[in-house]
């Protein structure tokens, strides 16, 4: 058995490669989980997405958000539940080089299901809705995601997005504004 000369070296020589192969693979995921709270038009939302990357830049993204707003008509309030499934594709636009930041930009489909006035027809100033109170309404979406990196697998996450419902009673366009966590998980 040949003994080590100097065994604080031969740690050293071991723990080297560890360490790098570590720095290496922080930032460089397959999949991510993220989850925010913001605003929407009139209101508030929550959302939970998964990024699946396919490269080390571009990645798809899978998005459950539900918002809660109101909306005016007929000198009324009206509160409008939404909720939604989006998919999309992103890719980074601007990284930095010690990799503690990106911005993304992505655009994608949406299909979701909306309810108004919890599906009544009737108003409280005793008018009545003339539109669908309930439907599933689809569309697309665009959407820029900003990441600040605070550890290797946790980001501080902001989320931009604008959907766009091709057949909502609501309106059209709803923006999303959402601040939250991304946790990496592999």
């Not at 989850?35 to 038009?41: H, L, R």
């Not at 109101?70 to 636009?93: M, Q």
């Amino acid at each position: 058995m040949k003994q080590i000369k100097n065994p604080l070296r031969f740690i050293l020589l071991l723990l080297i490669p560890l360490s790098y192969t570590y720095e290496i693979t922080a930032q460089s995921h397959k999949l991510a989980v993220t989850t925010t709270g913001g605003i929407v038009q009139d209101g508030f939302g929550a959302a939970i997405a998964a990024d699946y990357k396919i490269n080390e830049f571009d990645y798809l993204q899978f998005n459950l958000q539900g918002s809660f707003a109101s909306f005016e008509r007929n000198n009324a309030d009206i509160p409008v539940d939404t909720y939604s499934f989006t998919t999309g594709f992103f890719f980074d636009i601007l990284r930095n080089n010690s990799r503690t930041f990106s911005l993304s930009l992505g655009a994608g489909g949406l299909i979701g299901y909306e309810i108004i006035n919890d599906n009544d027809t009737n108003l409280p100033n005793n008018q009545l809705l003339a539109i669908e109170t309930n439907q599933v309404i689809y569309g697309a979406y665009a959407g820029l995601d900003v990441d600040f990196f605070i550890s290797p697998v946790i980001t501080i996450y902001l989320k931009l997005n604008e959907l766009y419902h091709v057949n909502s009673e609501m309106g059209e366009f709803t923006p999303y504004a959402g601040l939250g966590i991304k946790l990496i998980l592999k």
